[in-house]
């Protein structure tokens, strides 16, 4: 029968005996146990930090199509695509757009069609509109109005995307005032034991950074009962975990 290792070891270590053996086993688990006992006393606490942000670019697309002066789509009654590009940039601009803000979109030849009937081809386009907040937002929307623009030329008016150009900076900001907010916590809780705080000796992110900020399904105009028209802002947050060190 083969023999254990243990009992081959104690063959070749004369010395060895099981007693031995545990002594050792014991030697290792007081080490193990004065360590962690040397380990100083420690406060584990969370900060958090927030902002809400109101967007500083905010992208409309505006699509416009020929159509036919008549029932009939009579081809010499057709309103040609320049000449309603040329009503809507008018328009946009009228509202205090300046052209920097204003780029060309999709071009596209279309037939559309009514149940069971094709209507005659024409030319769709679109234009992308950059304004910097809620107020340069609907003055575009009553200047279209105004013109009329919406009644026939404008076939869509849709809030495609938006931003805050200094987002990452606010990003930023969070994690430093999060860590700010971390210390206060330990300081006042450490405090009331008659102790201070000391070196910090662990940091955890305990959530990631907020989600798309172009997700324009997340961007909604709102109305409250007074009237007044706003968006809901783009929120950037941060929260970590911190282990202080407790000192007396």
């Known amino acids: 029968m083969p023999e254990s290792l243990l009992t081959a070891f104690a063959k070749k270590q004369p010395q060895f005996t099981v007693k031995y053996f545990v002594s050792c086993l014991f030697l290792l688990a007081l080490s193990a146990v004065q360590a962690q006992a040397i380990q100083p006393p420690s406060i584990t606490v969370t900060g958090e930090a927030a902002y809400n942000l109101s967007p500083d670019e905010i992208i409309v697309r505006i699509s416009y199509e020929e159509y036919f002066a008549t029932p009939e789509e009579d081809p010499a009654s057709k309103v040609p695509i320049e000449e309603i590009e040329k009503l809507v940039i008018a328009s946009i601009k009228d509202a205090g757009v300046p052209d920097d803000k204003i780029t060309m979109g999709e071009a596209r030849l ?34 279209l109005e105004s013109d009329g623009v919406f009644e026939q030329e404008v076939t869509s008016f849709d809030l495609t995307e938006y931003r805050h150009t200094e987002r990452q900076v606010y990003e930023e900001k969070c994690e430093l005032e999060a860590l700010v907010n971390a210390r206060a916590k330990a300081e006042r809780i450490a405090s009331k034991s008659g102790r201070k705080i000391g070196r910090v000796m662990q940091v955890r992110e305990l959530d990631g950074k907020p989600g798309n900020p172009w997700d324009a399904s997340a961007y909604q105009l709102t109305t409250s009962s007074q009237g007044a028209s706003g968006f809901q802002g783009i929120p950037v947050s941060y929260t970590i975990e911190v282990v202080f060190e407790l000192v007396n």
């Open 110 to 143: 279309i037939r559309p069609r009514v149940g069971q009937r094709f209507l005659r081809r024409r030319i769709n386009k679109s234009l992308l509109v950059c304004v910097s907040n809620t107020e340069e937002y609907l003055r575009l929307i009553r200047q």
